[in-house]
């Protein structure tokens, strides 16, 4: 099986509580008044908010927390992969920035095709599999548009944290648990495995000078030392070494993009998320703009009815992404079609109330003329009001497995985003058309779905989370929690999963989330339902509550909030 297919360990319990089936975590969020920051690292957290102490904003906390999970949290945390990134200003504008990955100027459509087949391994590990980064240039334009303190202030408390810090029980069982995958290549096995070839433990510290030094030269030269400078040069002669294609003219050339933000309403309650290439925002607006025609209640929590028509939206929704999604500057797309509420009501009355119909019946719409498991997510929101919600990854837990030699980053395995072949899936299952095959300087088609909710003109909701092509159902079921079945952000973010996506034809499950008699009924109705060994996403969440904010952080993780 593929290393992305992989779960890690499960180090948490379910149970009942009240009906709701929530994780053994605390139920009260965590409070403040004058900043809160939600991230995958209790560390990553307080770099972020100590940021905010300092006198800084939403924006300079959103650069510390980037940095900061790239010296801790290397599974997901980067410099090496890109993102996605909205903003809501305290005045009420909203903006989103797309720093995801392109495709190297050398590539092409059938780069991963070997002897008429697509060769998923070229795909996923090694330099061929990366795209050319885009975190550090959308942290440094943030900041540079937005920012109150200086770039290198906001940078340094990554260098000391990649100097050395201290592993949690999770950072150690997680490097543990890919050994096998992170001695693939020297470069990496000299960091993330021990000297003495034992296994890490709770308490070992971990060292990463390189990173370290790194870190340093881009506090001192801004973004231009990554794309321009020393850093760039390490990149382009590590990838020369092991195959891949990113050249120095690649690097020079990269640049994060402000695109218009995806905006929607659902029963009255404005949504700012993310569009092409990330296909989550189209999934969550179209989904929610069906479901808006339904009755839904707090009493719905997992009933057969809801359950299958959250299931049957998805089912339409996800099948449009396979037809029609694909990046806007290379491919057409109909936007507007695809987020109006009369193609969602006409879609979903393709389907049927009392029975699941198979995928293999199910097309994209007619439209006249026409990410893994291991991404990151947080969430900020400063004094002034000013939110936050960024979503960036390396694709693959650990990326593409190779540490750029003399920097210590890992580069990320992004171009097995793209359709590398048609009616082939991709790590997360996913099947793609033309809109997604790749072409030099092209950006990959995603799932992240970064989201801020808006009510009486006030920022309400922030919530984004990791997880592959299961990154907009977990958004959604956070989001709905809270919306219609009352819960607190940190009962929502708790809560059990499901995830369906039309292909495979499959109605995924966390364990103890769908009682025994909740899955006959579904099965009854046509749905194989399947258990997850593992968990699904990581969310991480804020509402502004009656002056108050509030935090939830994943239990399925090491994820943490800070508050002022």
């Excluded at 899936?425 to 996913?430: C, E, K």
């Amino acid at each position: 099986m593929s290393f992305a297919y992989r779960f890690f360990p499960v180090c948490f319990v379910l149970f009942s509580l009240s009906s709701k089936l929530v994780l053994a975590q605390g139920f009260e969020p965590v409070s403040g008044k004058n900043g809160l920051v939600v991230s995958a690292h209790p560390l990553a957290s307080e770099a972020g908010l100590s940021v905010l102490k300092a006198g800084g904003n939403a924006f300079d906390a959103a650069v510390a927390v980037g940095f900061a999970l790239q010296s801790v949290y290397p599974t997901a945390g980067n410099i090496g992969g890109g993102g996605f990134a909205v903003i809501r200003l305290q005045d009420g504008s909203s903006y989103t920035l797309d720093f995801r990955e392109t495709a190297p100027f050398s590539s092409s459509r059938d780069m991963f095709i070997k002897n008429g087949k697509a060769d998923n391994q070229l795909s996923t590990v090694g330099a061929l599999s990366a795209g050319v980064p885009g975190t550090v240039d959308g942290l440094y334009q943030l900041h540079k548009k937005w920012g109150k303190l200086s770039w290198k202030s906001c940078v340094n408390p990554s260098v000391h944290l990649a100097k050395f810090h201290i592993l949690s029980q999770k950072a150690a069982s997680v490097l543990n648990l890919f050994r096998s995958d992170l001695s693939r290549f020297p470069e990496t096995a000299s960091i993330y495995l021990k000297k003495d070839g034992s296994e890490w433990e709770t308490g070992d510290t971990l060292f990463q000078p390189d990173l370290a030094k790194t870190l340093e030269r881009i506090a001192v030269n801004g973004a231009s030392e990554f794309y321009s400078g020393e850093t760039s040069r390490l990149l382009v002669n590590s990838v020369k070494k092991y195959n891949g294609v990113i050249s120095a003219s690649d690097l020079n050339a990269y640049q994060s993009k402000w695109r218009n933000p995806l905006k929607g309403t659902y029963h009255g309650s404005e949504l700012i998320s993310m569009g092409l290439p990330s296909s989550g925002g189209i999934i969550l607006l179209q989904t929610l703009n069906m479901l808006e025609n339904q009755q839904i209640d707090s009493t719905d929590f997992r009933s057969t009815r809801f359950v299958h028509d959250f299931s049957r939206a998805l089912q339409l929704a996800y099948s449009d992404r396979a037809q029609y999604m694909g990046d806007p500057d290379f491919v057409s797309v109909p936007f507007d079609t695809l987020i109006s509420k009369p193609y969602a009501l006409r879609r979903f009355r393709q389907t049927n109330p009392e029975k699941k119909i198979p995928s293999s019946e199910i097309q994209a719409g007619n439209i006249a003329g026409f990410e893994h498991e291991e991404t990151t997510h947080y969430s900020i929101i400063d004094k002034e009001g000013n939110a936050v919600s960024i979503t960036y990854t390396l694709n693959g837990a650990f990326g593409s497995f190779l540490v750029v030699d003399g920097a210590g980053f890992l580069l990320n395995n992004e171009m097995d985003d793209f359709s590398i072949q048609p009616g082939v899936p991709n790590s997360y299952g996913l099947f793609g058309g033309r809109a997604n095959e790749i072409q030099p300087g092209k950006r990959m088609l995603s799932s992240m779905t970064p989201l801020i909710v808006v009510r009486d003109n006030k920022p309400w909701l922030i919530i984004g989370s990791p997880g592959g092509s299961t990154i907009p159902t977990t958004v959604l079921q956070t989001f709905l929690n809270v919306f219609h079945f009352k819960m607190s952000v940190q009962e929502a973010v708790n809560a059990g999963r499901i995830h369906y996506q039309w292909v495979p034809d499959i109605l995924f499950y966390e364990k103890h989330t769908l009682s025994s008699e909740l899955v006959k009924n579904l099965e009854k109705l046509g749905y194989k339902c399947v258990q997850r060994s593992g968990y699904q996403g990581r969310c991480e969440a804020i509402e502004i509550k009656n002056g108050w904010y509030l935090g939830g952080a994943d239990p399925r993780g090491n994820d943490s909030v800070s508050a002022w």
